[in-house]
């Protein structure tokens, strides 16, 4: 498409329009996992489906599946935006808010969500980009109208992506325990990705890779060792109680962590096996 005025260009520029400072911040390309067969596989068949999805595809004919390009968010736990670039119709989406008791006011459209005293609300920013908000402010989307000035730090380059927060590794309670530990260790850096990408070879598909940055080498090589340590107490837990690591649940996963630092640089790579996908569908 071409449209005479286009805020969002890049992938860059979809987080020109959301919150970074506290947030946690994350990127799909959908399209690239679409085009590698990736895409199916993270989110399973259409049968799967809940019926509310299958109305809601019904009436605005959007179907993330096919539709959806890209989705760039931030959230703080409480508040969550997303930016949506794709093939949308604003029209059928505003049918569709009015049909399920919604309202729109000003070009902002807001629903009730399923979350007690929350809205997702939801603004045109351009013909192919949608700006989505989940708030407890029934019109939170309207904060999408102006764009947040220059980025503070480059977008990794991944297909899939999540930068968290130091709130997140800071307060870890509501993670699962192994992961948990592993926040715990992550506090001192200053910043950490996660990410998921094509593995470094045919039998390796997928790899859930960690890039974390830290103030000197000696903290890295100490979060290093604690990484090793805490994979290999894991090893030691499963083996007392008998168990084997499954490559179906995250003990497949953490069990087969590879760790190392380069200056003040640490690299964690776990590869991610079919049968952990087809547990998460």
């Not at 569709?96 to 070009?107: E, K, L, P, Q, V």
């Not at 859930?208 to 100490?222: C, H, I, K, M, V």
Request: glycine share 6%.
């Amino acid at each position: 498409h071409s449209y005479r005025y286009r805020f969002v260009k890049t992938n860059e520029d979809l987080f020109r329009f959301l919150p970074n400072t506290g947030y946690t911040t994350f990127y799909c390309d959908v399209e690239a996992l679409r085009r590698s067969g990736t895409l199916r596989l993270l989110t399973g068949t259409k049968a799967t489906q809940e019926s509310e999805y299958r109305d809601f595809v019904r009436q605005t004919q959007f179907d993330y599946s096919s539709d959806l390009n890209a989705v760039a968010g931030a959230t703080d736990g409480q508040r969550s935006y997303l930016l949506a670039k794709g093939e949308f119709s604003w029209d059928r989406l505003r049918r569709y808010t009015i049909a399920n008791r919604g309202a729109c006011d000003r070009g902002v459209c807001s629903l009730a969500a399923n979350s007690d005293g929350r809205w997702i609300s939801f603004i045109s920013i351009q013909p192919d980009v949608l700006g989505v908000a989940l708030s407890s402010d029934r019109w939170a989307a309207s904060t999408f109208t102006t764009a947040q000035g220059p980025l503070r730090e480059p977008v990794p380059v991944f297909p899939i992506w999540v930068r968290v927060s130091h709130q997140v590794l800071e307060h870890p309670e509501g993670l699962p325990l192994a992961l948990k530990i592993f926040a715990i260790s992550l506090q001192s850096a200053e910043r950490v990705v996660l990410s998921l990408g094509p593995g470094r070879n045919e039998n390796q598909p997928i790899e859930l890779r960690l890039d974390a940055a830290f103030r000197n080498n000696a903290a890295a090589e100490t979060v290093r060792a604690q990484f090793e340590a805490q994979t290999q107490m894991l090893k030691t837990e499963l083996s007392r109680q008998h168990a084997v690591a499954s490559t179906g649940d995250l003990t497949g996963l953490l069990t087969a962590g590879r760790f190392q630092a380069s200056g003040t640089q640490l690299v964690g790579r776990w590869p991610v096996r079919d049968q952990l996908l087809k547990t998460l569908e």
